[in-house]
């Protein structure tokens, strides 16, 4: 190993906390300036994979903090662009396992369609890589307890894309439920918004750019259609889980960290929904759905389908509303005579929110993806660990494991199943296709 190749291992791998435990993240502006890329040597080497929409917003935020050596997508077009936008230089492949064997890729980025998330995650930490995943983490709850394993295993940092909780508004709701501002918490109503409709859908010939065994992964292998494929791909229960883990990955996400309940879950789950007939040729995730959840403290979790998309959280001091473009209820409006105090902020310190936010000044930004790059650097947590995110994501599975089954569950949230229920602990996994395996 060369000169600049060790300058670059011990600053990636060895800054600040060398050691192989993980502590949870505390921000200090000092540790904010020695983990900023100040040298070619600071800078990570990135590998991108999946590269459609997503996966290429967040690899355009990683370029403060690396260089992107290497790009995969199934769909050649696609790869093609991203390599264009982001280095002429780049490698392209349509297998990411060409792309994790490389020696010249420290991180990956991770913007595939959900039902490769999983896999591609394991085996990127087992090839020694950081990895940033889109959310939902996963496509079943067994899927998660994979991931938490392999990652703990490998100790790699990992960055779920749930990146509401880098947001100021709802880490402020979070922590103003955890000051009590609103008393005692009695519901929380979440509104995800409606499931696409629609099909049947018309056999197409493979786009010649297109790898469609490739693209499918783990899933049945199906004739082609262009609405399974790209961003239409979420409304299909193969490969997704509608609006529950695609909105829910977020909105499920922060009623759980406010709720304190984000190694937890409920202990009962009540859903209802209509479903399309059944064909396989047309969108198959519920319509008309609902769900609710019940907590051990005898807090309720309500999900909906309609109205204002955002997180209502009601205690008995008053109400509270959070959506990507508001805050506000009494607790928001108290902040300017009654600040939180230092030793209220109970959360998750991060690097760029500035801490006047918690006094009544909403206009603060945080960068999700460069709380990554400084765990990277100091070995700490990220602000969206993979424990917390398949604790939340598992909420939104068990949701649609309830309206399909139409029947009250009840769920035992440390050991991860269905008390003497075969039938519901069926679905907390799902036949996988032979080479796609996820595995611990």
């Known amino acids: 190993m060369n000169r600049t190749e060790r300058s670059r291992r011990e600053f990636l791998r060895t800054t600040a906390a060398a050691s192989a435990a993980f502590v949870p993240y505390v921000f200090t502006s000092h540790l904010a300036a020695a983990t900023k890329p100040t040298s070619a040597n600071d800078r990570l080497r990135i590998g991108a994979i999946g590269l459609r929409y997503q996966g290429s917003v967040v690899t355009e935020k990683a370029l403060e903090y690396g260089d992107v050596v290497a790009v995969c997508d199934v769909d050649r077009t696609v790869a093609e662009k991203a390599r264009e936008q982001f280095n002429a230089k780049a490698s392209v492949d349509e297998d990411y396992r060409r792309l994790l064997d490389r020696d010249d890729v420290d991180a990956v980025v991770v913007g595939t369609p959900d039902h490769w998330h999983s896999k591609i995650l394991v085996d990127a930490c087992r090839a020694g890589k950081d990895v940033y995943c889109e959310k939902p983490l996963t496509l079943t709850v067994d899927e998660g307890k994979h991931v938490t394993k392999v990652v703990a295993e490998t100790k790699r940092v990992v960055q779920v894309g749930s990146w509401q909780r880098s947001d100021h508004r709802f880490r402020l709701a979070a922590e103003l439920v955890r000051a009590a501002r609103l008393g005692d918490v009695k519901k929380v109503t979440v509104v995800l918004g409606k499931n696409k409709t629609g099909g049947p859908f018309v056999r197409r010939l493979v786009p010649k750019e297109l790898n469609w065994d490739l693209w499918q992964g783990q899933t049945p292998d199906v004739a082609y259609r262009k609405e399974r494929c790209h961003y239409t791909f979420r409304w299909w229960q193969e490969y997704s889980g509608g609006q529950m883990t695609d909105w829910g990955a977020h909105h499920l996400d922060v009623a759980q960290w406010l709720l304190g309940q984000q190694h937890s879950g409920p202990v009962k789950i009540e859903g209802t929904a209509n479903y399309p007939e059944p064909s396989t040729h047309s969108y198959n995730v519920a319509v008309d759905f609902r769900a609710k959840y019940t907590y051990d403290d005898g807090v309720e979790l309500e999900v909906l389908d309609t109205g204002r998309n955002g997180v209502l959280v ?84 068990l949701g649609n494991i309830a309206m399909k089954l139409g029947r009250p569950l009840r769920w035992d949230p440390v050991a991860e199943e269905f008390p003497g229920d075969a039938e519901a602990n069926g679905h907390l996994s799902r036949e996988q296709r032979k080479g796609f395996e996820v595995e611990a």
């Open 314 to 397: 009601e205690g008995t001091k008053g109400r509270m509303f959070v959506n990507r473009g508001t805050i506000a209820g009494t607790p928001v409006d108290d902040l300017k005579s009654n600040p939180l105090p230092r030793e209220d902020w109970k959360l998750y310190e991060h690097d760029n929110l500035e801490r006047p936010a918690r006094m009544g000044k909403l206009d603060a930004i945080v960068n999700h993806v460069g709380n990554w790059y400084d765990c990277i650097v100091s070995r700490e947590q990220p602000i969206c660990d993979v424990v917390t995110q398949h604790r939340s994501v598992s909420v939104c599975h």
